[in-house]
């Protein structure tokens, strides 16, 4: 089988784009098969996962690039791009979600279901992402996270836990999927291109996202389904990375 080379900046625990790539190394060394990462930008450092740093490509990889690499930096034939946001790309292409194309859907199971789950305590205050997006109204008293805070994934889980509502800014982050796995309801403030069914109509459906904080109460009556419908999905991502190992080694 031929090794896989997998192309990212420097691990990031708050990057959901990042966190997948490497995930993925870790999931094709699952599955017995050479993965390893290849930096585009910044030094490799550790990862929860200890997928290893690619020192040397092996001659026979199979280069995996995300959709922030420009051009063909390895220079081989064996090229597959997974892309996890819009944008058009040369070759074999597996997506994130299938708005971004008719290419095959690689979904990975990013979130840790043993981390981000419902919790029965009460529920107080609202919390606020801004991620890349644009702040605008928020209620006072509303809490901020950042990316410094909460300093790890548990105490993120905790607060979410805890709070009644989640208001992202961010319509293209993995905070709102985490959100709803542990029952916060999530009001998103929409951008131009997007559109709540991006999420709650996508192979990996979420359950509690509205967009409007006057529908909130509609996001709590149904935010109790994402976490069971995060585990129902497991398999079908399992057969998605089969089927990403069957066709790239074709390559």
């Known amino acids: 089988m031929k090794p896989y080379v997998i192309w990212s900046p420097e691990y990031r625990r708050v990057s959901g784009g990042i966190r997948v790539l490497y995930l993925l190394g870790k999931l094709l060394r699952d599955r017995g098969l050479q993965a390893e990462m290849k930096m585009t930008h910044g030094p490799f450092v550790d990862n929860p996962w200890s997928v290893p740093e690619c020192v040397e490509i092996p001659d026979d990889a199979i280069h995996v690039y995300p ?11 064996r090229v597959v791009w997974w892309l996890l946001n819009h944008e058009a790309k040369d070759g074999l292409q ?11 859907v690689l ?37 901020l996270i950042t990316h410094t805070w909460p300093s790890t994934r548990k105490e993120l889980a905790d607060e979410l836990r805890s709070a009644k509502y989640l208001i992202s800014f961010d319509a293209y982050t993995a905070l709102v999927h985490e959100a709803t796995l542990c029952g916060c309801p ?35 009556a149904e935010v109790s389904k994402s976490y069971q419908a995060y585990l129902d999905y497991f398999p079908t991502m399992a057969e998605q990375l089969d089927l990403f190992i069957e066709q790239t080694q074709t390559l």
């Not at 959709?67 to 034939?77: D, L």
């Not at 919390?127 to 209620?139: A, D, F, M, R, Y």
């Open 186 to 220: 999530v009001v998103i403030i929409e951008n131009n291109g997007w559109d709540l069914s991006h999420l709650t109509a996508g192979p990996m459906k979420i359950f509690g996202a509205v967009n409007c904080a006057s529908k909130v109460d509609e996001a709590k």
């Open 107 to 143: 979904n990975v199971p990013y979130l840790e279901p043993d981390i981000f789950h419902p919790g029965d305590g009460e529920r107080s205050g609202v919390l606020v992402w801004i991620g890349k997006g644009q702040i605008g109204h928020v209620p006072d008293g509303a809490k």
């Open 67 to 77: 959709e922030i690499v420009q051009g063909n930096p390895s220079g081989s034939s």
């Open 94 to 104: 597996f997506v994130w979600h299938p708005n971004i194309n008719k290419s095959p």
